[in-house]
């Protein structure tokens, strides 16, 4: 499990840029599948059936983000130095310092312009990207081309770092839930998204084409544990968050409700999201055709949207205990 999520985080992948990914994971679950799809967004779709004798199957559709947040490249100046925008929410704060690697392959440092103030805010647009280039001529990378941090995975006892953990540990839980369930008695579409990051442009067209009668995302969800954080009950290991509210939704109560009596029944840990900054691919699930019942089931995780992001073992194992046992059991509502 650790050296498949260590696969999934340290391959290239920002939003629009899936390509990569797409192909790790397909690797992993064409042998667990019973129909494969890719969409003209690049949305990777993975149907289990219900088990034949099973009555009134609901059709659910699982959500992980296979994007990362990165740069695109939008000016390089006659010294070979690459202006760059952000692609999804990449902050300043987090960036300054960072290395980049770009779709062919080209690796820069990200400097910044002056510093007046040393505790002023940090904008993107006073930084730039230094490949070693000496000059325009020489620079490898054009305007247009996307880059992404690149940082490798790194493990501290329970605890396990890297970037794009938003959201490739989402994609590990639904892989790991897709191969530890034999047989279920819900029609099960592990649909795997781009465009997250940008403002959840993909997963709108996958859930038009599944019209799905309940539709939860697995994401990430930042912490309120660390020193002077913000107030917010999520802490790392404590178990997955069963989200009822962020920016972009109101979780739909009989999922959470669902969610909340299958982690007690099976004695798994959780806890209850209120989430003050973000929203997930559930989000856009919720509003799709005539409306689906959503929620969304989070992983804890530090430093999100940094190339140090930080997430508990425990946690991603209950997670995807909790989600195999939501699944394969009759729907009663
Ligand atoms: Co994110
Ligand atoms: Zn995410």
Redesign the pocket.
């Known amino acids: 499990m650790k050296q498949l999520l260590k696969t999934l985080t340290e391959t290239f992948g920002p939003s629009g840029y899936e390509d990569e990914v797409r192909k790790v994971i397909l690797k992993e679950v064409k042998s667990l599948a019973d129909e494969i799809h890719v969409d003209a967004l690049g949305n990777l779709i993975v149907r289990k059936k219900p088990a034949k004798n099973s009555k009134n199957p609901k059709k659910i559709m699982l959500a992980a983000h296979m994007d990362e947040?990165g740069v695109v490249a939008s000016h390089i100046d006659r010294n070979g130095f690459i202006r760059f925008t952000n692609v999804?929410?990449t902050f300043g704060k987090y960036t300054l310092g960072a290395r980049v690697r770009f779709m062919n392959g080209v690796i820069g440092v990200v400097g910044y312009d002056r510093f007046e103030n040393m505790d002023s805010t940090l904008p993107i647009n006073k930084m730039y990207i230094d490949v070693g280039a000496k000059s325009k001529a020489d620079c490898p990378v054009k305007v247009g081309d996307f880059g992404a941090f690149e940082r490798s995975f790194v493990e501290m006892g329970n605890r396990l770092v890297a970037k794009s953990l938003?959201?490739r540990s989402g994609v590990l839980v639904l892989i790991e839930t897709l191969r530890s369930i034999k047989s279920s008695a819900n029609d099960l579409y592990f649909v795997f998204t781009t465009q997250?990051?940008v403002g959840v442009r993909g997963v709108g067209s996958a859930a038009y084409y599944i019209n799905p009668d309940i539709g939860l995302a697995v994401d990430?969800a930042p912490t309120g544990d660390t020193p002077a954080s913000l107030k917010m009950a999520i802490e790392l290991g404590k178990g997955p968050c069963v989200k009822i509210r962020d920016l972009g939704m109101l979780s739909d109560l009989r999922i959470v409700n669902w969610m909340i009596q299958t982690a007690e029944k099976a004695k798994i840990p959780y806890q209850r999201e209120v989430l003050l900054v973000?929203s997930t691919d559930a989000r856009q699930i919720q509003i799709s055709r005539a409306g689906v019942m959503a929620g969304a089931l989070s992983i804890p995780c530090r430093y999100?949207?940094s190339a140090s992001e930080m997430i508990d073992v425990d946690d991603l194992k209950n997670s995807i205990k909790l989600l195999t046992a939501m699944v394969s059991k009759n729907i009663l509502f």
Do not use: A, P, S
């Open positions: 947040i999804g929410g938003d959201d997250e990051e990430v973000g999100v949207h």
